[in-house]
């Protein structure tokens, strides 16, 4: 099986349970009886436990070398850990089980893209074209779980997601090996220094976590309050579920198509973009009321998502040694798209209270602020992986 095709079907498999799980997983909660207050304290600590989980499974991947059999353990892990779902009942027995999935769930999306950044760049792979088909995947995986929640009802999502969570562990056993230096251990010296602190204690690291994490945290309000603003500005559920379909739609066009743009700017100039994108997408949507606007504003979804992502990748994978770049990601996944989204949500809510579609505004401040930090990184930005023991 060519390697693209290999790559392609984890992405698939791995976001039609997101696919599920983000739209629809609270109407299973809510169907074993669960509180809105319990629903909400299950769904922050599986964001808060990734933010755990995630570093550690770097650290040990990149201690190990062994990058395919640790998605293959942990996948397979998630699946027998969902599988306690069915016959459970009650906020304890749940909030345990959702736990134990999500330490071993969270940091196969991470160790993924490791992979396939290192397998992309030995073999001169486009990963825009293979991360695409999660985006797609995610799409289908949204309406199917849409038309089988109403046929069914709420307890087809939870099979729905276990099924999900099957796919994944077969893809993870199709997926290739690494480059054979990805698979050497490192050098007992790196272990020594410990990996987390020689990343972060680099400053060029430092700027490009706090420039991802402001312009992809800027998000927030549009992911927790965006369809209940349009619903307030009266638009109808059909129009609305375009929308949010038309920005991924425009994210997978990048995927599809931004080699070029990946290949004409460096890493921090295609975040500056996206910094760019964002102030403009959130200062518009703070102001935009009618249909034609907001589709305008949906199609910046490809730079203020899509590009921040993959100069996010090839700044990882261009500029981190390969014996830190499981850990690397990691640290990308916990603290830039976890944590800081987890307490910028907070703060949306906080806004939203007050300002409504003036929150927006407060997101364009943190996009203006990444895309600053992304100007500092470019002058110190590297092309090339720093030796293993720098």
């Known amino acids: 099986m060519p390697l693209p095709l290999r790559l392609s079907l984890f992405y698939t498999a791995y976001f039609l349970v997101i696919g599920i799980q983000l739209p ?8 074993r009886g669960l509180t809105a207050a319990e629903i909400g304290l299950i769904l922050s600590v599986s964001l808060w436990v990734r933010i755990v989980t995630i570093p550690v499974a770097g650290v040990v991947v990149d201690r190990t070398g062994n ?10 892990c998630s699946l027998a850990a969902s599988l306690m779902y069915p016959p459970i009942d009650g906020f304890w027995p749940i909030l345990l089980v959702t736990v134990l999935v999500s330490a071993c769930f969270s940091p196969v999306m991470n160790l993924g893209d490791n992979l396939t950044l290192l397998i992309a760049r030995a073999n001169r792979l486009d990963y825009g074209r293979m991360r695409l088909w999660g985006s797609v995947s995610f799409i289908a995986a949204a309406g199917l779980g849409g038309v089988t929640a109403a046929d069914q009802g709420p307890e087809a999502v939870l099979y729905l997601l276990i099924g ?3 796919l994944t562990a077969a893809a993870a056993c199709l997926l290739p090996k690494p480059p054979p230096r990805a698979t050497s251990p490192s050098p007992a010296g790196i272990a020594g220094r410990g990996r987390v602190t020689i990343l972060m204690t680099d400053p060029a690291f430092l700027l490009f976590l706090g420039a991802t994490a402001a312009i992809q945290s800027s998000h927030a309000v549009y992911y927790v309050f965006g369809t209940l603003h349009w619903r307030e500005l009266g638009h109808s559920e059909a129009v609305i579920g375009w929308l949010w ?3 991924v739609i425009a994210e997978v066009l ?10 004409r700017l460096s890493p921090a100039r295609l975040l500056m973009v996206a910094g760019i994108g964002a102030l403009v997408r959130w200062t518009g949507t703070a102001m935009a009321e009618t249909v034609p606007a907001l589709a305008v504003l949906q199609v910046l979804h490809a730079l203020t998502f899509g590009a921040a992502h993959l100069a996010a990748m090839q700044y990882i994978a261009r500029a981190i040694p390969i014996e830190r770049s499981a850990t690397a990601q990691a640290l990308y996944g916990a603290l830039a798209t976890g944590m800081c989204t987890a307490l910028a949500m907070m703060v949306a809510g906080a806004a939203y209270e007050r300002l409504h579609a003036g929150a927006y505004f407060a997101m364009a401040a943190m996009a203006l602020a990444g895309t600053g930090l992304a100007l500092l990184l470019a002058g110190r930005e590297r092309t090339e992986p720093l030796p293993a023991d720098a």
Request: no cysteine.
């Open 24 to 31: 629809f997983w609270p109407l299973w909660l809510e169907s």
């Open 67 to 76: 990058r395919r059999g640790a998605l293959i353990v942990l996948s397979a």
């Open 164 to 166: 999900g969570i099957a």
């Open 245 to 247: 379909a038309e920005g």
């Open 254 to 263: 990048l995927f599809a198509f931004g080699t070029a743009l990946g290949a």
